[in-house]
């Protein structure tokens, strides 16, 4: 029976890892014209009723102004575990960010949103600059942000 039940441990181990799937969505911004620093921007998921879940990409190397993307921190609460290996550089006005992440499949068509945080030194703050309900229909459809954000879209 013991040998039953490590066999049976070992054959379900490596079967659950292929229950969730991860979707690798190719998220896309585009920055407004604007003058001064490199903007700031943490991509994060949020549920329908706005509750942070998830830090998807954070634009901007130094952590320090990290808090000045409002949403975002007070979501993630600025722990590092939450960020670590999903970073990169700042960007510049005009400029376009293309980064690669892996959503599961659970959360594409269940409520969830794509929401970006910005913030440029020296200048205003927009939390939630932009955001775009992640579902199937939708990937591929450019939306408007609302400060520094031109316009923000994914696909699957």
């Known amino acids: 029976m013991k040998k ?5 441990s070992f054959i ?36 329908a009723n706005g509750k942070y879940s ?8 130094k952590s320090k102004y990290y808090k000045h993307l409002q949403g975002w921190a007070r979501g993630s609460g600025l722990k590092s575990a939450e960020y670590d290996g999903f970073t990169g550089a700042s960007v ?22 794509i ?3 910005s913030a440029v030194e020296d ?3 927009h939390r939630v600059d ?7 229909q939708g990937a591929g459809t450019a939306v408007a942000g609302r400060g520094y954000v031109k316009t923000i ?3 699957l």
């Open 12 to 47: 379900l181990g490596l079967g659950l890892p292929n229950l969730t799937q991860a979707a690798e969505v190719t998220i896309t911004t585009t920055l407004n014209a604007y003058s001064g620093n490199g903007a700031y921007l943490a991509f994060y998921l949020t549920d």
């Open 92 to 113: 510049t006005a005009g400029e376009q960010l293309t980064v690669k992440v892996n959503i599961d499949d659970a959360l594409i068509d269940a409520g969830y949103l």
């Open 115 to 117: 929401r970006v945080d």
């Open 130 to 136: 932009a955001e775009v309900p992640l579902t199937r």
């Open 153 to 155: 879209s994914y696909t």
């Open 123 to 125: 200048q205003r703050d």
């Open 4 to 8: 039953l039940w490590i066999a049976a």
């Open 54 to 61: 998830k830090t998807l990409w954070v634009a901007g190397g």
